[in-house]
Structures are given as structure tokens and as C-alpha cells.
């Protein structure tokens, strides 16, 4: 059986990305060069940032898929919503009720989507 612990994100500049993830993140990289960017989280998840020129095959843009964030309540993520919005983060959902729970939606600068949300009792 395989284990999905890895996600790698193509980026233009692994090192100014890293800026912004150490932040979002809550976490330094254990890895950090020109090229490449890891982190690895206290649950064991690895995130990389990858520079986007160097990848074979060449990545698709993004914006298809999200990274996302449980966050343990609506004041919570408030304050996680006003913190990226400082952060540069392009908000492409403001917060919102869904049938999943209550979320928004950001961008980092290479278009990566990410919404933290707090979920809901009966999820749909």
C-alpha cells in the first residue's frame, strides 16, 4: 500500500515562496536551496517547493487543486483569514458558510489555492 505524504508545489522562486509558507506554515524548512524547498510538518506531511523551470515534466499552472487547513473555529479562522490578508495572499473566497463547513479561499503569488475551514457538525 502506498502512504500520500509528500506534496510538491511547482513555484518561480523556492526561497521568496519559502518566506511566505515558514509563515503559513508554522514551520522552518529542513531543506533550503536555489532549486528546492522542504518542509517537514510535526504530522510528517512534506511540502516541497519546487523552482518550476527545473521540473520534468513541465507543470501545469495551478489553481486546480488546494492545499487545505483544519482550523479549530470561526475566531480562529478570522484571525487566520486577516493574518494572509497581510501576508500579500490573494483572497479569491471571502469567509463563508458551506455545507462542509465555514472557509475562504487565498492565493499564494504562484497561484497555489489554499483554504483553511473549520468544519461543520453534519457535513454534507
Known amino acids: 500500500m502506498s502512504v500520500l505524504n509528500y506534496v510538491l508545489l511547482a513555484v518561480k522562486n523556492p526561497r521568496e515562496s519559502a518566506k511566505l509558507y515558514s509563515r503559513i506554515l508554522g514551520a522552518e ?24 523551470d527545473e521540473m520534468v515534466p513541465a507543470p501545469r499552472p495551478a489553481g486546480g487543486s488546494e492545499l487545505s487547513f483544519t482550523i479549530a473555529d470561526n475566531d480562529e479562522l478570522l484571525r487566520t483569514y ?5 501576508l500579500g495572499l490573494k483572497i479569491e473566497q471571502e469567509p463563508t458558510d458551506m455545507d462542509f463547513g465555514y472557509t475562504f479561499v487565498a492565493a499564494d503569488p504562484d497561484g497555489h489555492r489554499l483554504r483553511p475551514f473549520v468544519r461543520a457538525e453534519n457535513p454534507r
Open 29 to 52: 524548512p529542513v531543506e533550503n536551496s536555489e532549486t528546492f524547498v522542504l518542509y517537514v510538518l510535526p504530522t510528517g506531511l512534506k511540502v516541497g517547493l519546487w523552482l518550476a
Open 82 to 86: 486577516e493574518a494572509w490578508k497581510t
